[in-house]
């Protein structure tokens, strides 16, 4: 079995913090994988899950993971963040890299990566050099993930697509009787480039046509109070409720939610998505971006068009008129879907072969 390590630095607490460790677990407690996940200024959580301090500096983290990949087999999982520190590193102990695009590169907008000197700092996609650094393999968490690394230099034959994996172990919820009123929820970090506004408007659209609409955010983060000022702009506070960040956000969606909005259009994968997903609870999504990889439009979910809350709120209107059957279809298709395509043990499977294959084309 390879040694893997894999690593990230850590500016919030999201998807993309959640995905990281995920894929580490599940290849040591799936398929016994030795394998370790080192966060910068955070933890490398080993085979005991133990705790041991990664450091802010440089110096501290090149340590820390070289004493980890000093062993036959091993494999380092880089990300787009640290690739500048990784490659090198990796070079020079002769160990093969894949790296993963945790997120979607934008031609307009700046990137957050640590530079080689050990700082963190915004860089524009066209000055990264991504297709100059020695990589044995980049992956893209979706298609949409995959093809922007074009926009950084990266050639796309040097992309595999791995989807990210969500556990699928929970009964699909029944929905709400037909003529009832639907419950939309939006989930996530409470960020401007999440685009909840998005879904604000649109309620503020459909409860202007009359539609008794129900909204629930579960959000946190710098940008709750925005959301709440709009929510009060719009005249939406019968409508709408803040119901903060949830750790049982999985289950809780299961008992009080028919159907997740998710309006963003530059989410690299969109794990809330998924995570509805594996308890049969449909999603609204933009028709750009990662979601729309995850939900089916029509069989698992709808999609409207990116960036129109008119859209969104004829969609939201369209799911809202479903009859009772067709929403129970639909919940049940979530789950398969999310069970074929988007499951840990999918997602420890694919890591776990592209590690054998570095391998093997590095003893070649």
């Known amino acids: ?32 994988v030795r394998s370790t996940h080192v966060v910068w200024n955070g933890r490398h959580d080993g085979d005991d899950d133990s705790a041991q301090s990664g450091g802010w500096d440089l110096a501290t983290y090149q340590r820390t993971v070289t ?59 066209a000055d990264l050099g991504w297709g100059r650094i020695a990589v044995d393999r980049w992956v893209g968490i979706s298609q949409a993930s995959a093809r922007s690394l074009t926009i950084a230099g990266v050639s796309r034959d040097q992309v595999t697509v791995v989807h990210n994996g969500v556990a699928v172990n929970r009964p699909a919820p029944v929905p709400v009787a037909a003529g009832g009123r639907i419950r939309f929820a939006m989930a996530g970090r409470a960020a401007a480039w999440k685009q909840f506004g998005l879904g604000i408007d649109a309620a503020a659209i459909l409860r202007d046509r009359g539609a008794d609409i129900s909204l629930t955010l579960l959000v946190a983060g710098p940008g709750e109070d925005q959301l709440r ?48 997903g594996s308890v049969g609870v449909p999603a609204i999504v933009a028709d750009r971006g990662g979601p729309r990889e995850i939900v089916r ?44 395509l988007f499951s840990v043990e999918m997602m420890a499977d694919r890591y776990l072969s592209l590690c054998r294959s570095v391998l093997g084309e590095a003893a070649a």
Request: charge should be neutral.
């Open 67 to 125: 004493g980890l990949l000093d062993q036959p087999g091993s494999v380092l999982i880089s990300n787009h963040r640290t690739v500048a520190v990784d490659a090198p590193l990796a070079g020079s102990l002769g160990v093969p890299i894949i790296v993963v695009m945790r997120g979607i590169v934008l031609p307009d907008k700046e990137i957050r990566v640590v530079r080689d000197d050990g700082t963190f700092a915004r860089h524009r996609p």
């Open 297 to 340: 439009d029509g069989e698992t979910g709808l999609h409207f068009r990116a960036d129109d809350a008119g859209d969104l709120a004829g969609r939201m209107a369209e799911f809202a008129a479903l009859p009772v059957a067709r929403r129970i279809a639909m919940a049940a298709a979530t789950v398969a879907r999310t069970r074929t």
């Open 229 to 276: 000022a709009l929510v009060e702009e719009r005249g939406l506070e019968q409508n709408v409720r803040f119901a903060g960040w949830r750790g049982d956000f999985v289950s809780w969606l299961n008992r009080n939610v028919d159907c997740l909005i998710h309006p963003c259009s530059v989410e690299g994968f969109g794990r809330v998505v998924a995570e509805a």
């Open 1 to 32: 079995m390879p040694n893997v390590v894999s690593t990230w630095y850590s500016s919030a607490s999201g998807g993309a913090e959640v995905s990281g460790k995920m894929l580490s677990s599940q290849l040591r407690t799936l398929r016994g």
